[in-house]
């Protein structure tokens, strides 16, 4: 009996990217104080995406990045944010649509928030070198001043994300 | 260390009424289709909240209305929704800001928001005639066509209430 006019699932996710997307212009306009600091995962194969070659191909699937003491020219716009973080001591430029985004985190309030990603939006094929993705597995995690950036450190940002229900006070 | 720029209980709060909004605008542009049905709980005591003081004076907390077969003249708009809908076969307009709302759902797809409504919002005085209240609480449930409008109505629009946990699909 569901309708295709009630997607709640998806209202759902679309309203909580704009909590994403409200959190970032804050921190464009203010940065951040205290202690906040965000953990955004995203699909670096989503069309839109731009990293540096060596770090897509180091992370084909999924890449986490930290925003805290170190970042740039953070750029917020409806549709992406962009931003310059370090990486071994040279500093790079990421754009980040907001659709390929699968999780956002400010670990000091323990808030997080996770998101689909459709795989049909992914077009970049997956692992091209294969052997190449099996070494990015077993990479060291030393990998650069914003070191939080591995295949798999999403792992790490949903160590902190917790229920929304956390948020939602009892009545 | 919270800063008072990141309230992201507040963010998602107001994010997700915004879901209530978009369901509401879709009811009135394309009706209710198949079996979804809205149960809208609200505090009566609001500013703003306008509903015929013989339902004010026996809801004198909350109210829960459901929208599903009987209702007309739907209108939305960002800040509140209008709606008529019977009441012992009379016809009644309800007024009512989003601000006063407390629970949206759609049983149909198990699909429920709880929202904070602050104190510090209502004005009108809780209960000035005291023993009308204790009447409405024990008032028989046959009060009209819209026979789920009762004090303690929330109660069963929450039976219906899930937590948004289970529309956040797992990665």
Redesign the interface.
């Known amino acids: ?3 295709q ?2 997607k ?2 998806e ?2 996710e679309e ?2 990217r ?2 994403m997307r ?2 970032l212009d ?1 921190a464009c306009a ?1 940065g951040l ?4 600091h965000f953990y955004i995962t995203f699909k670096t194969g989503v069309p839109g995406v731009a990293v540096p070659e060596y770090l897509s191909e180091r992370y084909p699937d999924e890449m986490t990045i930290v925003l805290q003491y170190q970042f740039w020219d953070l750029l917020v716009d409806d549709e992406h944010f962009e931003v310059a973080l370090s990486f071994n001591d040279v500093r790079e430029k990421l754009y980040i649509p907001f659709e390929a985004v ?1 999780g956002f985190a ?1 670990p ?2 323990k ?1 997080g928030l ?1 998101f ?1 990603v459709s795989d049909d939006l992914i077009t970049r094929p997956i692992a091209p070198i294969s052997e190449a993705e099996h070494e990015v597995d077993e990479a060291d995690d030393s990998t650069g001043d914003n070191g939080d950036n591995r295949d798999s450190g999403e792992e790490e940002a949903t160590g902190q994300v917790v ?3 956390q ?3 009892k ?1």
């Open positions: 009996m569901s309708s006019s009630f709640y699932d209202m759902v309203a909580l704009g909590v409200k959190s804050i203010e104080p205290g202690n906040h699968t400010d000091s309030v808030f996770q689909q229920s929304l229900d948020f939602r006070k009545k």
